[in-house]
């Protein structure tokens, strides 16, 4: 038998509702393999305080973790949304995949200290700064994919579909080719982000479209 790790808990959140005396059993590897409520025979090491079941984080935008601080002070009267999001594109402007990278896997492991175990991750940063995509397409979000498995964190990739400035097809801005993917182009990442983690007990991937003024709704309906 392998060793396992035994905590008690005065009350824990399960299934049915709070319960006394849970003893959560762990195992080398980190994974609990079982729970016992009512519990007061099992010796285990007391915890104060009550279990909860790890929190989703269900919109994260990572590369913005490094960022903190940039936006967060009084301009003029004139300051906004949009002037906060001119900060946010110059920010983003300098990611790599090696960056976002590193700034992921802190923004990650502050998530798992904060209780949450995992994370659902709007990804918009697809291409290098001038709009021209990467050697490997996929660069960012596999950035974002080792991000997660170094932190230990389940992820739900949502790679994002980005293509106009505004209603009606306006075109991108320059700073908001770093975003941009064709349609075709989307759904090859889809695909080949699907197939590459398909067995994956970490990973999952999805689809995200960024906004109704960012989606023509062709654009929509091919991917939907």
């Not at 006394?20 to 079982?34: E, F, K, L, T, Y």
């Not at 009550?50 to 601080?69: D, E, K, L, T």
């Amino acid at each position: 038998m392998s060793f396992q790790s035994r905590y008690r808990f005065h009350a824990a959140w399960l299934p049915g509702g709070w319960r006394r005396n849970v003893v959560v059993s762990v195992d080398p590897a980190g994974h609990i393999v079982g729970v016992s409520p009512d519990d007061v025979v099992t010796t285990a090491r007391l915890i104060n305080g009550a279990a909860i079941p790890g929190m989703p984080n269900v919109h994260s935008h990572a590369f913005q973790r490094s960022m903190a601080g940039l936006a967060e002070r009084r301009g003029s009267h004139a300051d906004s949304f949009w002037t906060w999001r001119e900060t946010m594109y110059e920010h983003a402007s300098r990611m790599t995949p090696e960056c976002l990278n590193a700034v992921a896997a802190q923004c990650y492991a502050d998530m798992l200290k904060a209780g949450y175990t995992a994370v659902c991750e709007f990804h918009y940063l697809h291409n290098q700064r001038d709009g021209s995509p990467y050697a490997d397409p996929a660069a960012m979000s596999q950035a974002l994919i080792d991000a997660a498995a170094t932190a230990g964190i389940g992820l739900t990739l949502l790679p994002t579909l980005y293509q106009t400035a505004d209603f009606g097809g306006a075109p991108p801005t320059q700073r908001q080719r770093q975003f941009v993917l064709a349609t075709d182009r989307y759904l090859d990442l889809i695909d080949g982000l699907s197939r590459a983690h398909a067995q994956s007990p970490q990973v999952e991937i999805g689809i995200a479209l960024h906004s109704l003024r960012a989606v023509p709704p062709d654009a929509l309906r091919t991917v939907l």
